[in-house]
């Protein structure tokens, strides 16, 4: 039979569905238990979603470690600006001037 009203189901929330898309989590410990607001993790076997939850909800952010998996604005003008500089147009202009 389902164990639907278990206390673990926690991990099912459709929210936390979007702290995995935006980050991975990594326990800062490698072993034992804590127990937050009736929640009980532990950290040796603790899932992505247990992980996220901890940090997101239960605020444990001294605990869990939140590694960012999106890329910063910054690094998507570096890569466009690389895009401009490596632009065959200007190697063909440049090659017109040295005919002349």
Same mark, same amino acid.
């Given at each position: 039979?389902? =164990?639907? *009203?278990?206390? =673990? #189901?926690? /991990?099912?929330?459709?929210?936390?569905? &979007?702290?995995?898309?935006?980050?991975?989590?990594?326990? $800062?410990?490698?072993?034992?238990?804590?127990?937050? #607001?009736? &929640?009980? &993790?532990?950290?040796?076997?603790?899932?992505?979603?247990?992980?996220?939850y901890a940090y997101e909800e239960l605020g444990l952010h001294?605990? /869990?470690? !939140?590694?960012?998996?999106?890329?910063?604005? #910054?690094?998507?003008?570096? /890569?466009?600006? $690389?895009?401009?500089? *490596? *632009?065959?147009? !200007? $190697?063909?202009?440049?090659?017109? *001037?040295?005919?002349?």
């Open positions: 039979m389902c =164990n639907c *009203n278990s206390q =673990n #189901n926690f /991990v099912d929330l459709p929210h936390l569905k &979007i702290y995995l898309i935006m980050a991975k989590y990594k326990s $800062k410990l490698e072993s034992g238990t804590t127990y937050k #607001n009736g &929640i009980k &993790i532990k950290w040796a076997t603790a899932s992505q979603e247990e992980l996220a001294d605990l /869990v470690e !939140k590694i960012s998996t999106t890329k910063p604005k #910054n690094e998507k003008a570096k /890569v466009s600006t $690389k895009k401009k500089a *490596n *632009n065959p147009s !200007k $190697k063909a202009d440049t090659d017109k *001037n040295t005919d002349e």
